[in-house]
């Protein structure tokens, strides 16, 4: 019985573990797809993310004698995000204001992405003559609680409630803000009604371009974020470009398998961590050889869950479980 408890709680903990950066990613999309935008390049953001959030703590831990716990994490996440603010600063010059299709710049994006933190990552490697990667003393700080060891320690729930990275807590938090802003505030309302119906918003006054710009580009810093926490928290503070491929995939199909839902988000992200956690590590748990062709149907188990759930969506109808309406088309004010 011990054993089936201390199994479960390993479950649970590692599903928080690989869940906490597709958190991220899902929830950045989820504001871009809010305004109107399919943005297709996640993929791209998060490797941006990665690259650009590892490099910020590494530069800045050479640079100072004592690096501070607080400011080495504040700079990783302002380094991510900045990275993927620019990039969908650019997917959104070219489909809001030139009227590209959204569609192929996404794609666009993800190689150009994927490319860039690649060479990111690949340039710090060789001038550093070998890994990068952040000290023990930072790296615990990623990795481990904020919660003291006590409460880590309380039986059978500690673990799972106060045993997780930082990055957790501020995901949660995180889904049930991005929630209360777009079902509650006058902006996000109005980011909404761009989504939906951008004639209907820009006939009451509300400026289409600028909450198209601005979801796109805060949707895709949050998504960058994902990418940084992969890399500091699953990667242990070492640059793994293969380690991220994929993640920005997975983000996209959550943010239909959550309809698109914030707080629908949290427990996505979690389950389809176990689906991402089990085809890596639970061969070797079990000790067990598993062929090839066995490994490839698990690692599609989330996009066949995802294809199932738009099946249902689609069949039921529910106007609160569609995309935004006018999702990935260009909008021409002329037209209206």
């Known amino acids: 019985m011990l054993n089936t408890v201390n199994l479960f709680i390993a479950l649970v903990v590692a599903a928080i573990t690989y869940g906490t950066p597709l958190l991220f990613g899902t929830l950045g999309e989820v504001l871009t797809e809010k305004s109107g935008s ?11 993310g990665g690259a650009i959030g590892l490099g ?10 004592s690096p501070s716990a607080f400011l080495a994490v504040l700079i990783g996440l302002l380094c991510a995000f900045i990275a993927g603010g620019i990039a969908s600063l650019i997917f959104s010059f070219l489909t809001i204001t030139l009227r590209a ?3 192929v710049t ?24 070998g890994f990068v990667a952040v000290g023990n003393d930072l790296k615990a700080v990623f990795i481990s609680s ?9 039986p059978y729930v500690g673990k799972i409630l106060f045993g997780n990275s930082i990055f957790f807590y501020l995901g949660v938090v995180l889904a049930i803000v991005m929630h209360l802003f777009l079902n509650k505030s006058r902006t996000g309302l109005q980011l909404r009604s761009v989504g939906e119906s951008p004639a209907t918003a820009d006939a009451a006054g509300i400026n289409v371009s600028r909450y198209r710009y601005l979801g796109a580009i805060i949707g895709g810093g949050i998504s960058a974020v994902g990418g940084m926490v ?13 380690g991220l491929s994929g993640v920005g995939w997975l983000a996209v199909a959550l943010v239909i398998f959550t309809t698109w839902k914030p707080l629908n988000a949290i427990w996505g992200a979690y389950l389809f961590g176990v689906l991402y ?27 066949v869950v995802t294809i199932v759930v738009l099946i249902v969506v689609s069949l039921r109808k529910k106007k609160e479980n569609q995309p935004p309406e006018h999702l990935g088309l260009s909008y021409f004010r002329e037209e209206r």
């Open 106 to 129: 996404g794609l666009a994006l993800t190689i150009f992405g994927t490319g860039v933190g690649q060479y990111i990552g690949e340039i710090m490697r060789i001038r550093e003559g």
């Open 101 to 103: 299709n959204q569609n």
């Open 56 to 65: 910020g703590v590494f530069y800045y831990e050479k640079a100072v004698e």
């Open 230 to 242: 992969y890399i500091t928290t699953i990667a242990g503070c070492v640059w793994n470009h293969e």
């Open 146 to 154: 904020p919660f003291p060891q006590a409460m880590q320690d309380i």
């Open 38 to 48: 399919l943005n297709l390049g996640v993929e791209g953001i998060m490797f941006m």
């Open 277 to 303: 956690w089990l085809y890596q590590f639970l061969p070797s748990l079990l000790g067990i050889t598993v062929a090839s062709y066995m490994t490839d149907l698990i690692q599609m188990l989330p996009y």
